[in-house]
């Protein structure tokens, strides 16, 4: 189907979906964890402003209050800590690079052209979404979990979690119309709290260990056994 035979909700929300894909391979390349909770403020925001868009334009009152909870905790106040956090334990001026940046764009890229493969029988058989729009939300999750396994900083483990959280809920919007309410502020109030607890594990390890590097973590193990 060409672009402009599509709606202009469905044109808007494409241009969103490319958005949010550009912010997972931003977080995918970016080495500086300060920067890295930056774009993953402004995911947030943007999958706030897809959340408000559906809800403008499907007359669905509820996504509403979505939008807003997306935009305070995953625009506004997940970051904050995050960044607090990272200033607190000295990690500003970390650097958390990778030993291969090319391999792992290169994989990034391969992620995306899977989901594209992935989703083509679910989008044949729904008219609620488009190829785009969910081939996204499957990289964003993909995208994330590469995140994680590719990062030596725990900081950078929470985000690609954050991250993978924001994929589903994008999946949501666009391809179900949103979870119900009751699930929505569930999921939320679980994903404010594990935020509180990851700042409080990771005091736990920097007090012990004096690092959050994951790498220290398994010589630890090691060393115990």
Known sequence: MAISE?????????LLAGLI????????GQSRLVRLVLIFALQ???LAAATALAAAVL???????????SFLLK??????LLHRLIR????????????????VMMAGTALVVFSYYVSLPVV????????????VSLAAV????????TRRQAVAHVVGFMSIENGLFFAAVVSTYGMPMVVELGVAFDVLVAAVVFGVFFFQIRSSIDSLNVDQLSKLSEADQ
Do not use: E, K, W
């Open 44 to 46: 947030g925001c943007l």
């Open 88 to 103: 607190h334990m000295g990690l500003h001026r970390v650097m958390d690079t990778v030993d291969h940046p090319a391999r």
């Open 142 to 149: 993909l995208l994330g979990m590469l995140l994680m396994i």
């Open 59 to 69: 007359d669905y009152p509820h996504l509403y209050v979505s939008a807003v909870l």
């Open 75 to 80: 625009g506004l106040v997940i970051p904050i």
């Open 6 to 14: 599509l709606t202009l909700y469905q044109q808007a929300i494409l």
């Open 21 to 28: 894909a550009l912010t997972s391979f931003l977080m995918l």
């Open 124 to 135: 044949q058989h729904s008219t609620l979404v488009t190829l785009n729009a969910i081939a």
